[in-house]
Structures are given as C-alpha cells and as structure tokens.
C-alpha cells in the first residue's frame, strides 16, 4: 500500500496523481520531513513544525531549497486539490546522490485515538533502542520497522524508548512526560526529538502555574510515578494506562487532565487565528 493517502500529492512544484507516487524515494539518500495534522482545512500549528524543519536542516547540515513561506503555499494547495478537511499531511526534503534532491508533500494514513482511549489510557511497552539523530526527524525505515513489529505483536498504542544507561528518552512517534506528585517530569531536550506538541506543552505549563522539570528518569523509577502521557500530532495530551505490566491511573490525575484542556483550547485557538 502506498504512503499517499490522497488524490493528488505534490512532487518538487508539481501537483500529480497518487498513481504516479515513488515509493522508492522514500528508502533513498536522507530525508528530512515532518507531519502535520489538518483541523477545518487548517495546518495546526504549521509555524512550529515549519521551525523545527530548520532546525533538522542545521543538526543534519542538509541545506533545504524551499523557504518557510513556500513550503506554506505548498501545504495550503495540497489542502485546496484534495479538498480536504482534516487528515495528516507529510512534507520532506529528500537528498539523494549526485545532488539530486526531492520535495514531497501528500496526505498520510492517520490514526487518531478515540473517546475511550483519552478517558481510560492506552498502553505501551519499553523498548530498549536509541534513535541515531534524536534532535533531527529523519526518516529511518529499519528502526522504525522494528519498533512497529513490537507495538504490534504486544497490542500496544506506542513504545517507550530505554536508552543504553537505562533512561527514558521518547516515545517512538511521540514525546514522554511523567507526573511525581504536582510536577511534570520529561527527558531533556538534547536526548529527545523536540517535539511541537512538547514546546506547546512546556509552553502551557509554564502559563498555567505547572512545574516542568526537565530530567533523567531511569525505567527502573517507573513504579514511583503517579502518572505518564504521550504528546504528538496525532495523540495531542494521551494519558497512559499501562507500561509493560506496570498500570496508572493517568486518565484520572488532575495535573494531565489540567494539561489535556489547557492544549485543546490552544489548538482552537491557533486554528481559529490561521491566516
């Protein structure tokens, strides 16, 4: 099955039909790329995911040939040619060999959790891996082929990532953050992806009176935790009901349903403020 989930996808400044789709590019040279969810036919909150673009492009040291302005035409077309109202759109900056370099931009499978999910928590499992690039989104197939077949085979939402001394970094496609008591605890950033949801997080916190505390927390710590969440595109604020055979009462800890509300208002908000 193609990645292209949508009619019309865009290749460097041309607007083509999902039949005509390279899969293969995707597996060549390195890409960088983000994924943005799509709200009333609205990119939410485009200008962070167009930030930290940037910011792959300078850890990586690969120079992108768009600028924030016309990857934003980009996006707004894509969205206009499919018609589209809500989804997930992934846009990336492929280089290859011999300088040859590919734009794409197309709608993408989704998976949103559902009511019960946000009132109950999902669970998750440990996986003990390191991603190569932490700070960087680039696209890695075989790490994230092994981290899925894991997910899969244990009926997990997410996987939680160990890194060799023993602390949580990240989600596999999310961010972590835990909950001792008022506080909200999560890896520092140099070990992690930074995450647009986590920024808006962080940012929420430090509005709504809520300690974030950016620190180490070994996986042996995790029973002495009050409560966890995943943040990302598609998850947005979801509490955690498991990890492994550890449970939580996430979905019912003031602090995360505090966050939850105080993220869906600002995601109304940016949406609504779209220009």
Same mark, same amino acid.
Request: aromatic content about 16%.
């Given at each position: 099955?193609?990645?292209? +989930?949508?009619?019309? +996808?865009?290749? $460097?400044?041309?607007?083509?039909?999902?039949?005509?789709?390279?899969? $293969?590019i995707l597996h060549k040279g390195k890409s960088l790329y983000e994924v943005i969810r799509i709200i009333d036919g609205k990119p939410l909150f485009l200008d962070k995911h167009l930030e930290r673009m940037d910011n792959s492009s300078r850890v990586s040291k690969l120079n992108l040939w768009f600028s924030k302005g016309e990857v934003k035409e980009k996006i707004l077309q894509l969205i206009k040619v499919n018609k589209a109202s809500l989804g997930n759109i992934k846009f990336l900056f492929n280089f290859q060999e011999e300088n040859k370099k590919i734009f794409l931009c197309y709608f993408v499978k989704y998976h949103y959790p559902n009511l019960q999910d946000y009132e109950n928590g999902v669970h998750t499992i440990l996986y003990h891996g390191e991603r190569e690039n932490p700070n960087a989104k680039i696209i890695n197939a075989d790490f994230r082929a092994i981290v899925d077949k894991k997910i899969s085979g244990s009926n997990a939402f997410e996987a939680i990532l160990v890194d060799r001394n023993g602390h949580i970094t990240e989600g596999s496609k999310s961010n972590i953050f835990m909950i001792k008591g008022k506080n909200v605890l999560t890896a520092p950033l140099e070990n992690v992806l930074p995450g647009v949801t986590r920024s808006v997080i962080m940012s929420l916190c430090e509005k709504n009176d809520i300690d974030v505390k950016e620190e180490k927390v070994n996986y042996n710590d995790l029973e002495n935790l009050d409560a966890l969440f995943i943040s990302g595109t598609s998850p947005k604020v979801l509490p955690v009901r498991s990890v492994d055979k550890i449970n939580f009462k996430s979905a019912q800890n003031e602090v995360v349903a505090k966050i939850m509300k105080a993220y869906d208002e600002a995601s109304k908000e940016d949406i609504s403020n779209f220009i």
């Open positions: 099955m193609s990645e292209c +989930f949508s009619k019309y +996808f865009i290749c $460097n400044s041309e607007v083509k039909e999902s039949e005509e789709f390279d899969e $293969n």
